[in-house]
């Protein structure tokens, strides 16, 4: 069962936390997905096994936390994460974010770089609200997003879910690759070549972009965005580890 946590925003966040040794290690979902994932869930026994401290959360209108997912933007899911991470962990944190995840990952460590001990973004997405849903819109999608303030979009992992006219202008607040982005820590960026809905270009971006000392990519040839097989299951694992080590030689 999860505990929840009251922002100061007034949102009652649903997470699960597991006690150990540090660096811990914080895992930030994905837009309209949950902390039942399989990443999440197989990170968290990994990380039990190895005794070591893990966190994973649902944003407002996510999973088991409180709120409409429609009503949600990415600064509400950053305050989120902020109050989340900063309220019940110690120390600095390694961040395993997947896809929107990795946005809001590399929000938190732009505005506390010194809480974060290195990253994972695992099909990690900044800026999709713009240069993905936004770019991707026909005129008249964008026309009615501006006049009815929604726009129903299918989904390949369930129902349709609404785009709202806030979640995007939301979005323009909070763009990563507009300007400087300093990643002062290790960084590890995951990615399956056959993802249907991150672009390979999106990491060659952000691998160009990013100021980081100590950035690496790996490529999964056929994995897809959920990245979840067995292979891909055991990259995560490794990542967080040689992170680990980064930090505790």
């Given at each position: 069962m999860p505990s929840f946590l009251k922002t100061e925003q007034g949102r009652r966040i649903a997470y699960v936390q597991t006690e150990g040794h540090g660096p811990g290690i914080v895992f930030l979902g994905g837009f309209n997905s949950d902390m039942q994932g399989t990443k999440a869930v197989h990170l968290e026994a990994w990380a039990k096994q190895q005794g070591r401290s893990f966190l994973r959360f649902d944003y407002s209108g996510h999973g088991d936390s409180e709120g409409s997912f429609e009503h949600g933007a990415i600064g509400d899911w950053a305050e989120d994460a902020a109050a989340i991470i900063s309220r019940l962990t110690t120390g600095p944190q390694i961040l395993?974010?997947?896809?929107?995840?990795?946005?809001?990952?590399?929000?938190?460590?732009?505005?506390?770089?010194?809480?974060?001990?290195?990253?994972?973004?695992?099909?990690a997405a900044p800026d999709f609200t713009e240069d993905s849903m936004w770019a991707g819109f026909s005129e008249p999608a964008r026309q009615a997003l501006v006049t009815d303030g929604h726009i129903s979009l299918p989904s390949d992992y369930g129902d349709p879910y609404l785009v709202t006219r806030r979640?995007?202008?939301?979005?323009?607040?909070?763009?990563?690759?507009?300007?400087?982005?300093?990643?002062?820590?290790?960084?590890?960026?995951?990615?399956?070549?056959?993802?249907?809905?991150?672009?390979?270009?999106?990491?060659?971006?952000l691998l160009s972009h990013a100021n980081c000392p100590d950035l690496q990519m790996t490529i999964v040839k056929g994995a897809d965005h959920r990245f979840s097989s067995d292979e891909c299951l055991g990259l995560i694992e490794q990542a967080v580890q040689s992170l680990s080590r980064e930090r505790h030689p």
């Open positions: 395993v974010g997947s896809s929107m995840g990795g946005w809001i990952a590399m929000l938190y460590a732009r505005s506390r770089p010194n809480d974060v001990a290195g990253l994972v973004g695992i099909a979640l995007i202008e939301d979005g323009r607040r909070h763009l990563l690759l507009r300007e400087p982005l300093d990643l002062p820590f290790p960084v590890r960026l995951l990615y399956g070549s056959a993802d249907a809905d991150v672009e390979m270009s999106v990491q060659l971006r």
